[in-house]
């Protein structure tokens, strides 16, 4: 019996299409869409878009003007608990911040970081509070969980959102550097 080149070649495309063709099928249609409708119905949501591959997951989200930053990233961390064991995680939430916003942040950086690494998490409201007054127009909202510090920025047209990991993490040396 001799094989036949060509009757072989299509076959092993039609397997090869019928197989790479139901993955992406089933990562588009199924997974993708299912997780875009879970995380369009969290209260909160704007919009919502979500990009995977064979690594990430990456779901970018615009919140309305009365979202609680807080509640919004609680629940999208248990709407993306399926990929956790195979795929990372990537929450992007749409800053619409502004250069005098960004200056302003970065002007009162270090006082939070030292608050952080103090561990004096009641002293970041002070901080924003003590910073914001000669900015008339600004206004600011924090929040505290478990794990994260979350605060909301907005000055007139600006919207920032920063989520702070309350355990930073540690930086390490080997023992024979």
């Not at 997974?31 to 997951?57: F, M, R, T």
């Not at 250069?99 to 608050?115: K, P, V």
């Not at 127009?137 to 000055?155: A, G, H, K, Q």
Request: net charge negative; proline share 3%.
């Amino acid at each position: 019996m001799k094989l036949k080149p060509i009757p072989m070649l299509c076959s092993l495309l039609i397997v090869a299409v019928a197989l790479f063709g139901g993955w992406y099928i089933y990562n588009t249609q199924i997974v993708e869409k299912s997780l875009l409708q879970n995380v369009a119905a969290i209260q909160g949501v704007e919009e919502a878009d979500v990009n995977s591959n064979n690594q990430h997951v990456v779901i970018s989200i615009t919140l309305a003007d009365d979202a609680n930053y807080r509640e919004v990233t609680n629940e999208l961390e248990k709407a993306t608990a399926q990929f956790e064991d195979n795929k990372e995680v990537h929450i992007e939430i749409e800053n619409t911040s502004n250069d005098q916003l960004d200056d302003w942040w970065t002007s009162i950086l270090f006082d939070i970081a030292q608050a952080m690494d103090n561990k004096q998490l009641a002293q970041i409201p002070e901080i924003l509070e003590v910073n914001a007054a000669p900015m008339e127009t600004l206004e600011y909202w924090t929040e505290l969980d478990e794990e994260n510090v979350y605060i909301r920025l907005n000055l007139e047209d600006g919207e920032k959102f920063i989520m702070l990991p309350r355990e930073p993490e540690m930086l390490r040396a080997w023992s024979d550097a």
